[in-house]
T-cell receptor
Protein backbone atom coordinates (compact mmCIF):
# COMPACT_ATOMS: atom_id res chain seq x y z
CA UNK A 1 0.00 0.00 0.00
CA UNK A 2 1.23 3.50 -0.81
CA UNK A 3 0.27 4.91 2.57
CA UNK A 4 -1.49 8.21 3.07
CA UNK A 5 -0.88 10.52 0.12
CA UNK A 6 -0.91 14.29 0.47
CA UNK A 7 -0.57 16.96 -2.18
CA UNK A 8 1.03 19.31 -2.71
CA UNK A 9 4.09 18.67 -0.53
CA UNK A 10 4.94 22.36 -0.50
CA UNK A 11 2.73 25.37 -1.13
CA UNK A 12 3.78 29.00 -1.16
CA UNK A 13 1.04 31.54 -1.59
CA UNK A 14 0.26 35.16 -0.91
CA UNK A 15 -2.00 36.45 1.79
CA UNK A 16 -5.62 36.49 0.69
CA UNK A 17 -5.32 33.62 -1.75
CA UNK A 18 -7.32 30.41 -1.52
CA UNK A 19 -5.36 27.28 -0.63
CA UNK A 20 -6.56 23.71 -1.08
CA UNK A 21 -4.74 20.78 0.48
CA UNK A 22 -5.53 17.25 -0.62
CA UNK A 23 -5.40 13.86 1.04
CA UNK A 24 -5.90 10.29 -0.09
CA UNK A 25 -6.25 7.98 2.93
CA UNK A 26 -5.18 4.36 3.04
CA UNK A 27 -7.75 2.21 1.25
CA UNK A 28 -10.24 0.64 3.65
CA UNK A 29 -9.61 3.08 6.48
CA UNK A 30 -12.74 4.57 8.02
CA UNK A 31 -11.29 7.50 9.98
CA UNK A 32 -9.54 10.53 8.53
CA UNK A 33 -7.85 13.27 10.55
CA UNK A 34 -6.45 16.68 9.62
CA UNK A 35 -3.70 18.12 11.85
CA UNK A 36 -1.61 21.27 11.84
CA UNK A 37 1.92 21.42 13.25
CA UNK A 38 3.81 24.56 14.22
CA UNK A 39 6.77 25.22 16.48
CA UNK A 40 4.66 27.31 18.82
CA UNK A 41 1.58 25.11 19.15
CA UNK A 42 2.85 21.64 18.29
CA UNK A 43 0.53 19.15 16.58
CA UNK A 44 -3.13 20.17 16.75
CA UNK A 45 -6.16 18.23 15.58
CA UNK A 46 -8.29 20.36 13.27
CA UNK A 47 -11.09 17.98 12.27
CA UNK A 48 -11.79 14.28 11.91
CA UNK A 49 -14.20 12.22 9.83
CA UNK A 50 -15.72 8.79 10.32
CA UNK A 51 -17.06 7.09 7.20
CA UNK A 52 -16.85 10.43 5.34
CA UNK A 53 -18.94 12.27 7.95
CA UNK A 54 -17.33 15.09 9.98
CA UNK A 55 -17.44 14.10 13.65
CA UNK A 56 -15.53 16.84 15.45
CA UNK A 57 -14.45 20.14 13.90
CA UNK A 58 -13.85 22.00 17.16
CA UNK A 59 -10.19 22.41 16.29
CA UNK A 60 -10.84 24.34 13.08
CA UNK A 61 -9.42 27.80 13.85
CA UNK A 62 -12.12 29.90 12.22
CA UNK A 63 -14.55 30.15 9.33
CA UNK A 64 -11.71 30.60 6.88
CA UNK A 65 -11.00 26.89 7.23
CA UNK A 66 -13.24 24.20 5.75
CA UNK A 67 -12.82 20.48 5.16
CA UNK A 68 -14.71 18.02 3.04
CA UNK A 69 -14.66 14.31 2.41
CA UNK A 70 -16.81 13.61 -0.65
CA UNK A 71 -15.89 9.91 -0.69
CA UNK A 72 -13.85 7.35 1.19
CA UNK A 73 -10.72 7.95 -0.85
CA UNK A 74 -10.42 11.73 -0.90
CA UNK A 75 -10.48 14.71 1.44
CA UNK A 76 -9.67 18.40 1.11
CA UNK A 77 -8.77 21.13 3.57
CA UNK A 78 -9.41 24.61 2.22
CA UNK A 79 -8.27 27.94 3.59
CA UNK A 80 -9.94 31.02 2.15
CA UNK A 81 -8.61 33.66 2.48
CA UNK A 82 -5.18 32.56 3.70
CA UNK A 83 -3.16 34.60 6.22
CA UNK A 84 0.53 34.48 7.21
CA UNK A 85 -0.38 32.94 10.58
CA UNK A 86 -1.74 29.90 8.70
CA UNK A 87 1.85 28.98 7.75
CA UNK A 88 2.45 25.49 9.13
CA UNK A 89 2.81 21.85 8.15
CA UNK A 90 -0.57 20.25 7.61
CA UNK A 91 -0.86 16.50 8.11
CA UNK A 92 -3.55 14.10 7.08
CA UNK A 93 -3.84 10.77 8.90
CA UNK A 94 -6.13 7.79 8.53
CA UNK A 95 -6.99 4.77 10.64
CA UNK A 96 -9.20 1.72 10.60
CA UNK A 97 -11.44 0.99 13.57
CA UNK A 98 -14.38 -0.82 12.04
CA UNK A 99 -16.62 -2.35 14.66
CA UNK A 100 -13.83 -3.07 17.08
CA UNK A 101 -13.59 -1.70 20.57
CA UNK A 102 -11.18 0.97 19.51
CA UNK A 103 -8.52 0.72 22.16
CA UNK A 104 -5.79 0.53 19.55
CA UNK A 105 -6.61 3.26 17.07
CA UNK A 106 -3.40 3.46 15.08
CA UNK A 107 -3.21 6.58 12.96
CA UNK A 108 -1.08 6.47 9.81
CA UNK A 109 0.19 9.92 8.89
CA UNK A 110 0.96 11.29 5.46
CA UNK A 111 4.19 13.18 4.74
CA UNK A 112 2.51 16.55 5.25
CA UNK A 113 2.07 19.73 3.23
CA UNK A 114 4.32 22.62 4.19
CA UNK A 115 2.29 25.79 3.68
CA UNK A 116 3.90 29.22 3.57
CA UNK A 117 1.67 32.27 3.33
CA UNK A 118 3.57 35.44 2.48
CA UNK B 1 -1.73 25.67 27.24
CA UNK B 2 -0.91 22.08 26.32
CA UNK B 3 -3.06 19.31 27.75
CA UNK B 4 0.01 17.08 27.75
CA UNK B 5 3.37 18.48 28.84
CA UNK B 6 6.51 16.70 27.74
CA UNK B 7 9.93 17.03 29.28
CA UNK B 8 12.60 17.67 28.48
CA UNK B 9 11.91 19.70 25.35
CA UNK B 10 15.39 19.04 23.97
CA UNK B 11 17.87 16.30 24.71
CA UNK B 12 21.32 15.86 23.20
CA UNK B 13 23.25 12.78 24.30
CA UNK B 14 26.11 10.55 23.23
CA UNK B 15 25.56 7.17 21.63
CA UNK B 16 25.28 4.47 24.29
CA UNK B 17 23.70 6.64 26.98
CA UNK B 18 20.31 5.99 28.55
CA UNK B 19 17.51 8.54 28.66
CA UNK B 20 13.96 9.02 29.86
CA UNK B 21 11.29 11.26 28.37
CA UNK B 22 8.21 12.22 30.37
CA UNK B 23 4.64 13.01 29.37
CA UNK B 24 2.46 14.53 32.09
CA UNK B 25 -1.12 15.72 32.39
CA UNK B 26 -3.71 16.55 35.03
CA UNK B 27 -6.30 14.62 33.00
CA UNK B 28 -7.07 10.91 33.03
CA UNK B 29 -6.82 9.32 29.59
CA UNK B 30 -8.38 6.16 28.20
CA UNK B 31 -5.16 5.42 26.39
CA UNK B 32 -1.90 7.05 25.51
CA UNK B 33 0.29 6.67 22.46
CA UNK B 34 3.91 7.44 21.68
CA UNK B 35 5.04 8.49 18.21
CA UNK B 36 8.40 9.25 16.64
CA UNK B 37 8.70 11.85 13.90
CA UNK B 38 11.67 12.39 11.62
CA UNK B 39 12.29 15.64 9.72
CA UNK B 40 10.07 16.04 6.67
CA UNK B 41 7.86 13.10 7.61
CA UNK B 42 4.70 12.43 9.56
CA UNK B 43 4.70 10.85 13.04
CA UNK B 44 4.91 7.06 13.22
CA UNK B 45 3.21 5.16 16.02
CA UNK B 46 5.56 3.32 18.40
CA UNK B 47 3.18 2.00 21.05
CA UNK B 48 -0.25 2.32 22.66
CA UNK B 49 -0.74 1.86 26.42
CA UNK B 50 -4.20 1.39 27.86
CA UNK B 51 -4.06 -0.01 31.39
CA UNK B 52 -2.80 1.99 34.38
CA UNK B 53 0.65 0.75 35.38
CA UNK B 54 1.14 -0.99 32.05
CA UNK B 55 4.71 -1.46 30.84
CA UNK B 56 5.53 -2.26 27.21
CA UNK B 57 8.91 -2.96 25.69
CA UNK B 58 9.94 -2.45 22.10
CA UNK B 59 13.56 -3.60 21.76
CA UNK B 60 15.57 -0.90 23.61
CA UNK B 61 12.48 1.26 24.29
CA UNK B 62 10.40 0.83 27.45
CA UNK B 63 7.06 2.60 27.81
CA UNK B 64 5.13 2.97 31.04
CA UNK B 65 1.62 4.26 31.69
CA UNK B 66 1.12 5.81 35.12
CA UNK B 67 -1.12 4.02 37.62
CA UNK B 68 -3.64 6.87 37.47
CA UNK B 69 -3.45 7.02 33.65
CA UNK B 70 -2.39 10.68 33.75
CA UNK B 71 1.23 10.32 32.78
CA UNK B 72 3.65 8.19 30.86
CA UNK B 73 7.36 7.73 30.33
CA UNK B 74 9.58 6.49 27.55
CA UNK B 75 12.98 5.07 28.47
CA UNK B 76 15.62 4.35 25.84
CA UNK B 77 18.54 2.10 26.75
CA UNK B 78 21.87 2.49 24.97
CA UNK B 79 20.65 5.17 22.57
CA UNK B 80 21.81 5.02 18.96
CA UNK B 81 21.98 7.76 16.29
CA UNK B 82 18.99 6.09 14.61
CA UNK B 83 16.90 7.03 17.66
CA UNK B 84 17.26 10.70 16.76
CA UNK B 85 13.93 12.39 16.16
CA UNK B 86 10.95 14.14 17.72
CA UNK B 87 9.09 12.01 20.26
CA UNK B 88 5.44 12.83 20.77
CA UNK B 89 2.94 11.49 23.26
CA UNK B 90 -0.78 11.61 22.50
CA UNK B 91 -3.68 10.97 24.85
CA UNK B 92 -7.30 10.23 24.12
CA UNK B 93 -10.55 10.02 26.08
CA UNK B 94 -12.60 8.26 23.42
CA UNK B 95 -9.95 6.39 21.39
CA UNK B 96 -10.62 8.64 18.37
CA UNK B 97 -9.70 12.22 19.22
CA UNK B 98 -6.06 12.55 20.21
CA UNK B 99 -4.34 15.40 22.04
CA UNK B 100 -0.63 15.61 21.31
CA UNK B 101 2.09 16.72 23.67
CA UNK B 102 4.60 19.45 22.91
CA UNK B 103 7.27 16.93 21.92
CA UNK B 104 10.82 16.04 22.93
CA UNK B 105 13.51 16.58 20.35
CA UNK B 106 16.22 13.93 20.79
CA UNK B 107 19.64 14.09 19.18
CA UNK B 108 21.96 11.13 19.63
CA UNK B 109 25.53 11.91 18.66
CA UNK B 110 27.77 9.14 17.34
Amino acid sequence: DAGVIQSPRHEVTEMGQEVTLRCKPISGHDYLFWYRQTMMRGLELLIYFNNNVPIDDSGMPEDRFSAKMPNASFSTLKIQPSEPRDSAVYFCASSWVGGRISTYNEQFFGPGTRLTVL
Amino acid sequence: TQLLEQSPQFLSIQEGENLTVYCNSSSVFSSLQWYRQEPGEGPVLLVTVVTGGEVKKLKRLTFQFGDARKDSSLHITAAQPGDTGLYLCAGTYNFNKFYFGSGTKLNVKP
